[in-house]
């Protein structure tokens, strides 16, 4: 999720310190506008809420060195805790969190080679949810322990995880 906000900052400060960055998201533009400004990022569409987009970019960086994956994927549209359907609590689930454990998952064997870091850029309605945000809080805080877990299993590798909650 490099597109706009923490995603595309995080990428930039990594461009800046030398860094050679591939940048994911849906927006195109955005990506492209980043490539232009910087020579070692490299943009690359993908619909990260989508299990088989993210397995076919898992698989154009198999051969690569992965040092850092920062998990910024993620929407936020407030809401009641009870919307009409269950699209919305799918809609996050797929994005806000799982985006992140399927693209950890694909690239773990990298990660373990270059005794890496995974990144998960969660949010402190994780940890102190407001009113009409429950699906987005109930996944960031699952995000919230998934990252625990993964920091428990990855030290044994040398792979480090820590979340964020701006």
Not at 66 to 79: F, K, R, S, T, W
Not at 100 to 124: D, E, F, K, Y
Request: aromatic share 8%.
């Amino acid at each position: 999720g490099a597109s706009s906000g923490i995603g595309m900052e995080i990428a930039k400060t990594f461009a800046r310190n030398k860094w050679e960055v591939l940048v994911v998201a849906r927006r195109k533009t955005a990506l492209d506008k980043l490539a232009n400004e910087f020579e070692n990022i490299t943009p690359y569409t993908c619909d990260l809420s989508d299990s088989s987009s993210i397995a076919n970019l898992a698989e154009s960086l198999q051969g690569y060195s992965v040092d850092a994956l920062v998990n910024n994927a993620g929407i936020y549209i407030p809401q009641s805790s009870y919307p009409d359907e269950d699209s919305l609590w799918d809609q996050y689930y797929q994005t806000n969190l799982m985006s992140a454990v399927r693209l950890t998952r694909h690239l773990w064997p990298q990660l373990i080679s270059s005794s890496g870091c995974v990144l998960n850029i969660s949010s402190t309605l994780g940890i102190r949810p407001i009113a009409n945000t429950a699906a987005y809080s109930a996944l960031k805080a699952a995000m919230n322990s998934w990252t625990l877990s993964l920091a428990q299993e990855g030290a044994s590798h040398g792979v480090r995880a820590n979340a964020i909650c701006p």
